[in-house]
């Protein structure tokens, strides 16, 4: 626009042409008070107004509407605000800028020429030049209004224009706040409020809390009877979620003691019968009776095949939950129709033998392999030809060299078939080849290396553990023929009563030490648990402390070992709903159960509860 114009923001007039302009505003406001006062005769007004009253008119130093002043002035007439830029030399004169004119101003400069009828016929070529710049500047105030209006059009489109419909519902819709506004505190952080079931037999557990624990030790004779009474009657009382005083809280002292509870056969009070495997230690230097007596061990083999039964006829009416058999090699996992994501009875062995699986098949128990079989489908490893022979040692003499080629004996056809150069050689008959014995041998030793290991887990299904508990109560090798354990029947544990069964409480002190955290010592209480801690038990006593504790504890977790493996679960799931009302526990107990478990051939290993919100290790 300034090349066009000859328009300069630093544009300056000299002070001949400020000079005019003041002198020709002080004729334009003697109009203009003489129109006001008469209307058909300004000229007349004009002179009589000036010789009366001298009115001061005082306008702004740009072009603008004149502001009257009640001050009179010698001179008279209207005067103009003093332009602080008079001074100042002006370089580029104006008289040498190229003004053009354009169609869009004719009316406001024809409306302001008129005006100036009454000037001198001096002020013709300075009025020209002004009127020019007048014309500029109505131009530049008519594109800033137009470029207002489109933004402004923009913004705020009407509703033919608009290219998005407007409907009622975004009308009554009201704002959403911004996320900055929302706080952090405000989120919600998400909130665990169960660990996955854990079917592995523990021997100690180590809870801490920075609330005391002293409630649970030394408990009362009258809540020690009501909690064994609630036990024996599967009865559980409600607690309330705030406890203020968990130490006068007779129903959590109850209830603690009820979820101590479990039941044993054999039970002899000065040999410890958990665990079994390994505990050569713990049998060392005591009183074995029974190891040299024969009499005595077909006794406690009669009645401990008693209680054997009467356990899994408890299971089978959907009495008993599970139960555990403990033997001095391997240890064995029973659970009803409807627990660990298994739709029948199932039973799970850890570790195994190649013996013990030869003999399970000769007695027509038919068993999966979870963990090798998963390797199989998976890598196609050399687990998948042990597999494949166990499964088909069954099979006559006369089908064994024919079953190894289906089998795919590889690597015997590529010793045979790498000995071809010796035919060539005609050498080949005094070349002993490996004959299927040996084949077998070898594939055998594969079988074995296995052995004792959590990828042996057998599990056995449906009315195969029928079968699996006359092979228990029948088998000689389930009772061990020399060492301490020497004739000396597996360990029975469940959580409910069962026939010969003894009613057993797991241990329980509490201590207060003192632990570091950061640069000061805080008080922490700790209780120790010790015993065959069953996975009911485990829950049990961890929602009491989620009450009592405010939702603050840890806990620290030792498993046995060869127990581990049993959180592993079948191939059959459950499709249906069984009824579970009748097992004797807690109904948040039985509804962990009856979840697969996640965590594999691991076990838990640490267990911490924050503000009510569970986080485990494994």
């Known amino acids: 626009m300034s090349e066009e114009f000859g328009y300069s923001p630093s544009f300056k007039r000299p002070s001949e042409i400020m000079r005019m302009r003041r002198k020709r505003s002080r004729s334009e406001a003697f109009s203009k008070a003489g129109g006001v006062a008469d209307g058909t005769d300004q000229s007349a007004s004009l002179s009589s107004s000036s010789s009366s009253s001298s009115v001061v008119c005082v306008r702004p130093f740009l072009p603008g509407p004149l502001f009257f002043n009640t001050h009179c002035r010698s001179g008279g007439g209207g005067v103009k605000r003093r332009n602080p830029f008079a001074n100042i030399e002006n370089r580029h004169s104006p008289r040498k800028k190229c003004f053009g004119h354009d169609d869009g101003g004719e009316a406001g400069g024809q409306s302001r020429a008129e005006r100036r009828t009454t000037t001198s016929e001096g002020e013709v070529a300075t009025k020209s030049d002004d009127l020019a710049f007048l014309q500029l500047m109505e131009k530049i105030d008519l594109g800033r209004q137009e470029t207002r209006n489109s933004i402004q059009k923009c913004l705020s489109p009407s509703k033919n224009d608009s290219v998005f419909e407007e409907t009622e519902e975004d009308v009554k819709t009201p704002l959403q706040k911004s996320p900055q506004v929302i706080s952090p505190l405000s989120i919600a952080s998400p909130v665990c409020t169960e660990y996955p079931a854990d079917w592995s037999l523990k021997t100690r557990l180590l809870f801490t809390s920075s609330v005391s624990l002293s409630w649970s030790e030394q408990p009362k004779a009258q809540e020690e009877a009501l909690g064994l009474s609630q036990h024996c009657r599967a009865q559980f009382s409600t607690l309330p979620h705030n406890l203020q005083d968990p130490k006068s809280s007779t129903a959590l002292r109850c209830a603690f003691q009820q ?212 092979f228990l109560i029948n088998c000689k090798t389930v009772v061990a023929a020399t060492g301490s354990q020497a004739g000396l029947p597996p360990t029975l544990l469940a959580p409910v009563p069962f026939r010969g069964a003894t009613m057993n409480s797991l241990k329980a002190r509490c201590l207060n030490v003192k632990s570091q955290v950061a640069s000061a010592y805080q008080n922490i209480s700790s209780m120790e648990i010790t015993g065959p801690v069953l996975p009911s038990s485990l829950h049990g006593i961890t929602t009491l402390l989620r009450l009592a504790q405010k939702g603050n504890f840890s806990a620290i977790l030792y498993t046995h070992a060869p127990t581990a493996v049993l959180n592993i679960h079948g191939t059959t799931c459950a499709s249906g709903s069984a009824d579970v009302s009748a097992f004797g526990l807690h109904p948040a107990s039985i509804k962990q159960l009856q979840q697969s478990s996640s965590l594999g051939k691991t076990a838990l290993t640490q267990i911490t509860m924050n503000n009510y919100s569970y986080t485990w290790k494994k």
Request: with cysteine; proline share 5%; glycine share 6%.
């Open 259 to 470: 979820s101590l509870i479990y039941w044993q056969h054999p039970s002899l009070s000065w040999v410890p019968l958990f665990p079994r495997i390994n505990a050569e230690r713990s049998f060392a230097g005591k009183n074995t009776p029974w190891a040299h007596d024969a009499e005595l061990q077909r006794c406690l083999m009669s009645e401990w095949s008693t209680s054997l039964s009467s356990l899994y006829s408890l299971l089978k009416a959907r009495l008993c939950p599970y139960f555990y058999v403990c033997a001095h090699q391997y240890t064995v996992l029973f659970r009803a129709a409807g627990l660990g994501g298994s739709s029948s009875i199932n039973a799970l062995i850890s570790p195994t033998t190649r013996g013990l699986r030869e003999a399970m098949r000769t007695e027509g128990i038919e068993f999966s392999v979870p963990l090798m079989e998963q390797e199989r489908m998976g890598s196609k490893s050399r687990e998948q030809v042990i597999l494949c022979d166990e499964e088909q040692q069954q099979k006559d003499l006369e089908h064994k060299e024919d079953r190894c080629c289906s089998d795919g004996c590889d690597e015997y056809e590529d010793r045979a078939s790498s000995l071809s150069w010796l035919e060539e050689m005609g050498v080949q008959d005094k070349i002993k080849k490996p004959d299927s014995i040996s084949i077998q041998l070898r594939e055998e030793g594969r079988a074995m290396s296995v052995d004792h290991k959590p990828e042996s887990v057998v599990c056995v299904e449906g009315p195969h553990t029928f079968t699996l508990v006359n």
